[in-house]
């Protein structure tokens, strides 16, 4: 049994391992219905804990359609409606969802959840967002940008905006799967200084995407983010939006992505998210796979 708790944290062998077998599930279950079961059935006779503190469309669908294709059975928990909302402690939590459940994915607010549920919990713990990372997003990425443009191994990914979570997870992903990252916004939204090292950065958007392979961004504001800071945010983050200039400097095939949920016309314009270079609904499609692969390695099946 195995905790998927940060990119960093796990082996970059294992980190291939379970991208080539996400691609290798996904071949295997072409043309089929979505509800179609797969042919093998690992998760048979196991139940799965979706715990989310904050709201989810991709996470909440992918992990729910994921477990009943590979034979399990799910129950999507809301934290507002758990005890661990009042006031039960999260190791108590963990300690009496393992007596009922086989795997625990979380959403949740602060890093410490996460760490506290994976301490005392006794079946696997996959972290499903915190403000600091989102590991399931950058497998589901690497996944994509493979299947368009090949290995990522030495390939140039700009990330332009804020310095958020989801680029957390990029940084991290940088050092695992060695590829270069390039940070460009502005100096108040830099990323935190734990990732020093592990990316450089270029304020100047324009340059900064001279040469990319893979274009990425993402909201303005999270949803860990004070609303009250939002007008702010939009004011220094203007200049670097995702729009065709930004992408005519970049190499002619480069990917653009996006977790999802994007705002339209802020930090990306539609003409680019719906346009020939945008892979963000393959890359959404993806987070199906690369988790069902994320939860085989976490039940070593
Ligand atoms: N990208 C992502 O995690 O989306 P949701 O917030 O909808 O789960
Ligand atoms: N950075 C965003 C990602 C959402 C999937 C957030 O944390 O709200």
């Not at 077998?21 to 059935?41: F, H, L, S």
Request: with cysteine; aromatic share 6%.
């Amino acid at each position: 049994m195995q905790n998927f708790l940060d990119i960093h944290q796990t082996d970059a062998a294992d980190l291939r391992d379970i991208i080539d077998n996400a691609a290798t599930m996904k071949a295997n279950r072409q043309g089929r219905p979505r509800g179609a079961a797969d042919d093998e059935q690992p998760l048979k006779d196991h139940m799965v804990a979706l715990i989310f503190e904050k709201p989810s469309t991709r996470t909440r669908v992918s992990f729910d359609v994921g477990v009943r294709q590979m034979g399990g059975q799910t129950m999507v928990l809301s934290g507002t409606d758990m005890q661990l909302g009042h006031g039960e402690t999260i190791a108590d939590t963990a300690r009496v969802l393992s007596r009922y459940v086989d795997l625990i994915m979380i959403r949740t607010f602060e890093e410490a959840t996460l760490l506290e549920m994976a301490e005392y919990a006794t079946v696997p713990v996959i972290n499903g967002l915190t403000n600091r990372t989102h590991p399931c997003q950058i497998m589901a990425d690497i996944m994509t940008f493979e299947e368009h443009s090949g290995p990522i191994k030495g390939k140039k990914v700009v990330w332009s905006g804020d310095g958020n979570n989801v680029f957390a997870s990029f940084a991290h992903a940088a050092k695992s799967f060695d590829f270069e990252l390039v940070f460009t916004g502005p100096p108040t939204l830099d990323p935190e200084a734990a990732l020093d090292g592990l990316y450089t950065t270029e304020r100047d958007p324009n340059k900064a995407v001279e040469g990319a392979d893979l274009v990425v961004t993402d909201t303005w504001v999270s949803m860990h983010d004070p609303q009250s800071a939002r007008e702010r945010r939009h004011n220094q983050l203007r200049g670097y939006q995702v729009n065709d200039g930004l992408m005519s400097k970049a190499k002619p095939d480069a990917l653009f992505m996006h977790c999802l949920p994007a705002h339209r016309d802020d930090e990306v314009t539609s003409a680019v998210m719906d346009g020939p270079n945008s892979v963000i609904f393959d890359e959404a499609e993806n987070r199906l796979h690369a988790q069902k692969s994320i939860m085989r390695w976490c039940l070593g099946k």
